[in-house]
């Protein structure tokens, strides 16, 4: 059973923090991780990809990536309230059936607090 | 210009009473996918088509049933609805297959409500 484990918080930070997410992994030979952002009631929506070991940046996020500790992390700078949702890590296996299954973690809650 | 279109956005069904949620694309992704998220749970795959090829989960119920008329559209069947399948039904497609880097479109989500 390939798991991904999240702690599922809630994570209180305050306005302007960095807020910073983890997740790990069991399966060894995963090779592409996702960070989604769900609000309450919403789908998810795609905020990084990381494929290669280290840091990855796109604007206020980066993820981070090592796979020798199968752990995936995701910082969140000068953080908004508007960022406070759940964030969901989602590890990326190839069908042989084809097509891609994200099996996802159960998601930490994030609260920004003015 | 909404890509993955879910209908409808809320759905209330009777126990036992049927209940089909579709779902339209217009990406042309060859393959579309169903999961099930339960309250506070991550969302778990029910089944997905690449291209006209159903494949099913080993661990989805039988209850739970798929059609893909035509590449735009996907429909997800529950023949018998329980209260344990209240959940938000997710939608979403990818191109194709076979890529380390191949992202999921997912629509808006379906929340079903069984009373």
């Known amino acids: 059973q390939k798991e991904v484990e999240q702690n599922s918080g809630p994570l209180s930070v305050p306005e302007g923090a960095i807020a910073s997410l983890n997740c790990t992994y069991s399966?060894?030979?995963?090779?592409?991780f996702f960070w989604y952002r769900q609000y309450s009631g919403k789908s998810p929506e795609l905020i990084m990809s990381?494929?290669?070991?280290g840091d990855k940046e796109d604007g206020r996020f980066t993820a981070q990536l090592n796979k020798a500790s199968q752990y995936v992390s995701l910082l969140i700078r000068d953080s908004q309230p508007s960022d406070s949702a759940t964030y969901l890590c989602?590890?990326?296996?190839?069908?042989?059936?084809?097509?891609?299954?994200?099996?996802f973690g159960t998601g930490t809650q994030l609260k920004v607090e003015l | 210009d909404a890509m993955v279109i879910q209908n409808p956005r809320y759905q209330v069904t009777q126990f036992g009473k049927p209940v089909t949620l579709s779902c339209s694309q217009t990406?042309?992704?060859?393959?579309m996918y169903w999961y099930q998220q339960k309250s506070s749970q991550a969302p778990k795959l029910l089944f997905h088509?690449?291209?006209?090829?159903?494949?099913n989960e080993a661990d989805t119920p039988d209850n739970f049933q798929s059609r893909r008329p035509n590449t735009s559209f996907c429909f997800l069947d529950i023949r018998s609805p329980g209260l344990g399948d209240a959940a938000m039904y997710l939608c979403?497609?990818?191109?194709?297959?076979?890529?380390?880097?191949?992202?999921?479109?997912f629509g808006s989500g379906t929340q079903l409500s069984v009373l």
């Open positions: 088509y690449y291209d006209k090829d159903f494949n």
């Open positions: 989602a590890v990326n296996y190839i069908l042989t059936g084809g097509g891609n299954k994200l099996t």
């Open positions: 990381i494929y290669s070991n």
């Open positions: 399966d060894r030979g995963s090779q592409s």
């Open positions: 990406l042309n992704h060859n393959v």
């Open positions: 979403a497609t990818s191109i194709q297959s076979g890529t380390i880097n191949e992202k999921l479109f």
